[in-house]
């Protein structure tokens, strides 16, 4: 399984856009990269996932460069709504027999967005 | 339509008693995983099902850990003769069975336990 680093915590203010980046330097071919928001008393919410170059939806960006060693979650324009926790995981989905679903969330990035 | 649920929401025990937490996945998923979050923490794996394929127990933290899941429905935690280091929040999550999407694990809200 890949390991994943983030940065512990990181500070922001409303309507600024927000960057983290998640380093997985040992991440497989087969890997996927997900991303999730986890609110205080709530379980982790699914963000956004993607395998390489840039995925976008209605929420964030991911941006991963081509040796997929890293990738940054970007969060357009936060609020003090998005003040949360959130985990890079790193993973194949190929099936069950390749050990792929057992997925590591680490402690993951607390974000601070501020008024 | 209905998400993950989990019973209880909350639950007291005293240490050394037995405690059994439900998990009660989206109709139509095959993997369920459970988890367990200590305060500010991040989410540790205990185990993951997926169909009728043998469980991956391999972060079950003691033998007084236990999970069964009946078919593709309901799964149960069992921690026996519980103690005070394991009183956490425990998350169930499902998610399809493979693919893509197999990595957009759906979570209940957790059930608290606090062990005195």
């Known amino acids: 399984l890949a390991k994943t680093t983030q940065p512990i915590s990181m500070d922001s203010y409303e309507g600024q856009e927000v960057n983290i980046t998640c380093s997985h330097n040992?991440?497989?071919?087969?890997?996927?990269i997900t991303w999730y928001q986890q609110f205080p008393s709530q379980g982790p919410r699914f963000i956004i996932q993607g395998y390489k170059t840039k995925v976008t939806n209605e929420v964030a960006s991911l941006f991963i460069p081509a040796d997929r060693k890293s990738s940054t979650l970007s969060l357009p324009r936060v609020s003090l709504s998005d003040t949360a926790v959130y985990y890079c995981?790193?993973?194949?989905?190929?099936?069950?027999?390749?050990?792929?679903?057992?997925?590591?969330f680490g402690a993951g990035t607390r974000l601070f967005v501020k008024a | 339509g209905a998400g993950v649920s989990q019973s209880p929401s909350n639950k007291v025990t005293e240490k050394g008693k037995d405690v059994e937490l439900r998990c009660d996945p989206i109709s139509g998923h095959t993997a369920l995983y459970w988890y367990r979050q200590r305060l500010g923490q991040g989410l540790e794996f205990l185990i993951y099902f997926q169909g009728n394929s043998a469980p991956d127990k391999s972060g079950l933290p003691s033998d007084r850990f236990s999970a069964e899941r009946t078919g593709e429905s309901v799964s149960t935690l069992t921690i026996q003769r519980t103690q005070q280091e394991d009183s956490a929040v425990y998350l169930c999550?499902?998610?399809?069975?493979?693919?893509?999407?197999?990595?957009?694990?759906?979570f209940g809200p957790g059930t608290r336990l606090t062990v005195t």
């Open positions: 040992n991440i497989a071919t087969n890997d996927y």
């Open positions: 995981l790193v993973g194949d989905i190929v099936g069950p027999m390749t050990g792929g679903f057992k997925t590591i």
């Open positions: 999550a499902s998610s399809y069975g493979q693919g893509r999407s197999s990595y957009e694990q759906y």
